[in-house]
């Protein structure tokens, strides 16, 4: 069935996506990054090796999204303690910073806490990620130890990632204002966007490894909204993304109106080989006005 919304038609005639393959490759051993001990914690055993091929073997349930991310290789390492419960750290290799950022987006909800490029920490996890590696360091259960030691063994390993990387510049094109950055997904897939927020459609924008894209929540004074930014390779490309969203969604050209469903506002626009749209806005002034402070940024 036809999804009911608001559109606002305003389409404006005006880098390239830079994929992981245009990243030096870095020969560095995740064992390198990994110390042998941590306090009273201690290295048990032999490391554990994964590559693309055997990754399932290991987390057969998310494998696919890691895979969608251009993941590489992974090292995962066990130190036990006499008293307390064992913590585990993976080390990713998502083979670009572009993967591990868009990896760490994935799943994110937790406050940072400082550690890496960007972290986060929920009870007995810390997620965080640098260049392009993703870690994550957990145990079963969480003490006072067990917290201290997790927080120690990430900052050690940051420390020894010697690149420094940061985010997509497509971030930068977002309204500061407003922006939830624990709810903020950054992709290349359309599978990645149904799994967030699921529009209807069969890639409807036309989502490729070519393309980049961002969706974002915003507290704003009327509500929630969110905002999805597509970068294309070329404004031709663009242009056709834009007329298949419109069509799909059998949009008259220049025109609003209200959803009948939602009762929100939806409003899209093509800004040269940008496409973006507003979801759920609570009036047409409130998508309007996301989408002129994009297209400025853009600009």
Known sequence: MRMQMAWIGLAIPLWMFVSGCGFPKNNMSLQELLPEQVGEWRRAGADQEFDSNTLYDYINGAAEVYLRYSFQRLQVREYTHPEQPSITAEVFDMGSPQGAYGMFTFSREGPGVGVGTESEYVPCVLRFWKDRYLVA???????????????????????????????????????????????????????????????????????????????????????????????????????????????????????????????????????????????????????????????????
């Open 137 to 299: 360091i957990y145990a079963d259960h969480e003490t006072p130890a067990v917290k201290e030691a997790i927080l120690a063994l990430g900052r050690r390993i940051a420390a020894a990632i010697r690149e420094e990387a940061p985010p997509p510049d497509l971030i930068r094109m977002l309204p500061v204002a407003g922006l939830v950055s624990t709810n903020l997904r950054y992709f290349r897939d359309p599978f990645c966007l149904s799994y967030h927020f699921p529009i209807g459609g069969e890639n409807v924008f036309r989502l490729t490894p070519e393309t980049e894209a961002v969706l974002a929540t915003y507290q704003l004074e009327e509500g929630r909204t969110r905002l999805l930014l597509v970068r294309y390779p070329d404004s031709e490309k663009a242009g056709a993304a834009w007329e298949e969203v419109a069509r799909h969604f059998q949009l008259p050209a220049g025109t609003a109106f209200p959803a009948l469903e939602r009762q929100t506002w939806v409003g899209g626009r093509q800004v040269g080989p940008y496409v973006m749209a507003v979801f759920q806005a609570a009036s047409e002034q409130a998508a309007r006005r996301l989408l002129d402070e994009v297209s400025q940024n853009l600009r």
